[in-house]
């Protein structure tokens, strides 16, 4: 076995007996083909191409790593992009698109696993590009191996490899593959990004470098969260709300609190990503002076134990869902099967309607963003202001958040 499928098979652990893996066609997802048909020969390989339609060549392409993959006696599908809703950015589309297909074609395709071609380039690349957008420890941190998501587990065997290595890999063995010109188009920061480390490599900068540099901060990251972990009991969810006891957390870092209260804004607002480090240092300053705040569709508001960090009414208004989906991305409301009902936030008017909400303990604001049930204007359910009507609230939390986990 040649050193860089040795280094795939470590890195690789126990592999499954089937296991998918995403090739571009070009030279990174390529080599991670040939390695892993090296490194794994008890596993069978099920590999996915992405059309992502934005060029006339790329069904070509796609086909193209199809004949490959025959060659090797590997099975291949292509799954084909419909298209961009000009929401957002394009590249940034692209790739959640191809994220959400490759999940899907995986989990019909009955696998737990798929492997994905990134490199210790990329690694040095994505460190460069956070750099330049001041991101800080969790940013700078390397890639995982692994990652857990959605249901499968997403491998990276060859984040410790060097692009140039697997070029030479492809070449000693005659495979040709893909140059995306998108690759070399300057329009896009990771392609600056790549020409800025050559031209700093005379400066000691170099990709090695940076890689070190990940692998230090991915250890200081674990260490932040065990301190996280440890300063977690002073934050209490409640129905939907967070509460948080800033005395219990006096004795923490300033780092470790911050931390905590991303957290917080991330369960109470459905989101996925955090609020800037500078939005979260003015609302820490503001809450520790007992002012309330207003952050990422989160109110912050003083309470007796310390802050209760609440859904924003004004983020969740027009917010509408069908029972039985999700709403606001967390709330799932549970009844028996009526027809022409919908989950819209309470409000003042259906507040208005609940006598006994003073009875639930929650604050009035909480309950303007709760989910509640609707038959047009007339209000049937809000089961967290006490009006049940044989309807449930049950909350799901986005995934990974230390919150949902520990309560
Ligand atoms: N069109 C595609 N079809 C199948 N797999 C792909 C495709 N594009 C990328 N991949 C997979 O994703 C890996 C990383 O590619 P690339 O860095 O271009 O993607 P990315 O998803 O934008 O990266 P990141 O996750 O770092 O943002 C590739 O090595 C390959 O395994």
Redesign the pocket.
């Known amino acids: 076995m040649t050193g860089l499928a040795q280094t795939v098979r470590a890195a690789l652990g126990q592999p499954p007996a089937h296991l998918g893996?995403?090739?571009?066609?070009?030279g990174?997802?390529l080599a991670?083909l040939l390695l892993l048909r090296e490194a794994t020969p008890e596993t069978r390989l099920h590999a996915?191409?992405?059309?992502?339609d934005l060029r006339p060549e790329s069904a070509e392409e796609a086909a193209c790593v199809g004949r490959i993959c025959a060659g090797l006696g590997v099975v291949h599908r292509v799954l084909r992009w419909q298209g961009w809703d000009g929401q957002g950015n394009l590249?940034d589309a692209a790739?959640r698109a191809?994220?959400g297909l490759?999940r899907d074609w995986a989990r019909g395709t009955g696998l737990t696993a798929v492997?994905?071609?990134?490199t210790a380039d990329?690694q040095a690349e994505?460190l460069l590009l956070r750099l330049a957008r001041g991101s800080g420890v969790d940013g700078l941190s390397a890639?995982a191996a692994q990652r857990d998501h959605g249901g499968l587990a997403w491998l990276r065997p060859m984040l410790t490899l060097r692009r140039a290595d697997l070029r030479l890999y492809l070449q000693d063995r005659g495979q040709v593959w893909i140059d995306d010109p998108s690759n070399e188009d300057a329009r896009f920061d990771r392609v600056r990004a790549r020409r800025l480390m050559e031209a700093m490599t005379p400066l000691g900068l170099t990709a090695g470098g940076l890689i070190a540099t990940a692998g230090r901060m991915s250890m200081a990251r674990e260490a932040l969260d065990w301190l996280a972990d440890h300063a977690a009991h002073a934050m209490t969810p409640d129905r939907g709300d967070v509460v948080v006891d800033l005395a219990a957390l006096s004795g923490f870092p300033r780092e470790t609190r911050l931390r905590l209260l991303a957290e917080g804004l991330c369960y109470v607002s459905s989101a996925i990503y955090r609020p800037r480090f500078s939005a979260l240092e003015a609302a820490d300053r503001s809450v520790t002076e007992g002012r309330a705040h207003t952050l990422h569709g989160v109110l912050m508001r003083p309470c007796k134990a310390g802050v209760r960090l609440i859904r924003e009414y004004n983020a969740v208004r027009e917010v509408r869902a069908v029972p039985g989906r999700l709403w606001d991305r967390r709330w799932r409301l549970k009844g028996p099967p009526v027809q022409g009902l919908e989950v819209r936030a309470l409000g003042e008017s259906g507040l208005a309607v609940c006598e006994g909400w003073r009875e639930t303990g929650l604050p009035r604001e909480s309950l303007l963003a709760s989910p509640a049930l609707w038959a047009g204007g007339q209000l049937v359910a809000a089961p967290l202001a006490g009006l049940e009507n044989g309807w449930q609230a049950a909350l799901e939390p986005v995934a990974g958040l230390r919150l949902g986990k520990s309560h």
């Open positions: 893996v995403a090739v571009s066609g070009g990174d997802s991670l996915v191409t992405v059309d992502h590249q790739r191809r994220y490759i492997a994905l071609g990134h990329d994505t890639m």
